[in-house]
C-alpha cells in the first residue's frame, strides 16, 4: 500500500498526520534505514521499514471507542485558548485514536473515537449516506408546516440540503423537540436549517450514528465497542 509518509506515520499509529510532518521535517523519521525529511515522500508499507527514533512500530490494535461529548467539550486535539478537548476525556493514547467525524462545541452526544482510517471514511463520506440521528431542543412552538419544511430540504447559503427526517417529539409554547435523521453533515447543518425556519437551536444531541446507540452512556464517559457493535458500524 503506497501512501505519503505523513500518512503512513498516522496508519502505523504513531500520531496525528500533524505529528508526523512535524517529526519527518525534524529528521526523527527513516524508511529502510535512511533520512527521510519529506513528508510527502511516497513509501510501500507492505515493502518498505519505516522507524522513528530508531524503533518500528508494531501491529496496532484496532481501537473503536464510543464517547459520549459533553457541551463545550471541543472536538480538536489541542486548543490556543486552553479549553477542554475530547482527549482530555480520554485516559491515555497507547494506541492513537482520531474522531471520525465531529461536533461542534456547543452540541453533545456520541462520537466515535478510532484509529482505523476505512471506518472513519466510511462514517465520514458523504457518498456513503450513514445516517446520523439528532435529538434537537429549539425555542418557541415549530409549525407543523416548518416540520415539513425541514425534512423535504431548505436552502442554505452553501445549496440545499437533502431530505431527511424530522419526527416530532414534544411541543409547547416554550420549546419545541424533535428527532433529526441526517445522511449529510454540513458545518453546523441542524443550526443553520432551523434558523431558516426562524427558530434557535437551545440544545442539540447526537444520539445515533447507523445503528450505534448512545444508550446510557453518561456524559464525559467513553467505552471500547464490541466486535459486534464495530462490525454493524463496517457494514451499515
Partial sequence: MRVQLH????KLGWGSRKQAWEWISA??????????????????????RVTRGGVEKGPVLRRVIALH??????????????????????????AWVFPAGRLDADSEGLLVMT???????????????VPKTYRV????????????AL????????????????????????RTVVEM?????????????????????TRLVRVAIGALELGALPAGEHRELTPGEVERLTQG
Fill in 7 to 10: 500518512r503512513a506515520l498516522s
Fill in 27 to 48: 529528521g526523527e523519521v527513516r524508511v529502510d534505514g535512511r533520512v527521510v525529511r519529506d513528508p510527502l515522500a511516497w513509501v510501500d508499507l507492505e515493502a518498505q
Fill in 69 to 94: 461529548k459533553p457541551r463545550g467539550v471541543l472536538t480538536t486535539r489541542s486548543d490556543e485558548k486552553g479549553r477542554r478537548t475530547v482527549y482530555d476525556l480520554l485516559p491515555g493514547e497507547e
Fill in 115 to 129: 484509529n482505523d482510517a476505512k471506518l472513519a471514511e466510511r462514517l465520514t463520506e458523504p457518498d456513503q449516506h
Fill in 137 to 148: 431542543t429549539v425555542r418557541g412552538s415549530a409549525g407543523d408546516e416548518w416540520v415539513q
Fill in 151 to 174: 425534512a423535504a430540504g431548505v436552502e442554505l447559503d452553501d445549496g440545499r440540503t437533502r431530505p431527511c427526517e424530522v419526527r416530532l417529539v414534544e411541543r409547547t409554547r416554550a
Fill in 181 to 201: 435523521v441526517l445522511r449529510e453533515g454540513r458545518n453546523r447543518q441542524i443550526r443553520r436549517m432551523w434558523e431558516v425556519a426562524g427558530h434557535r437551536v
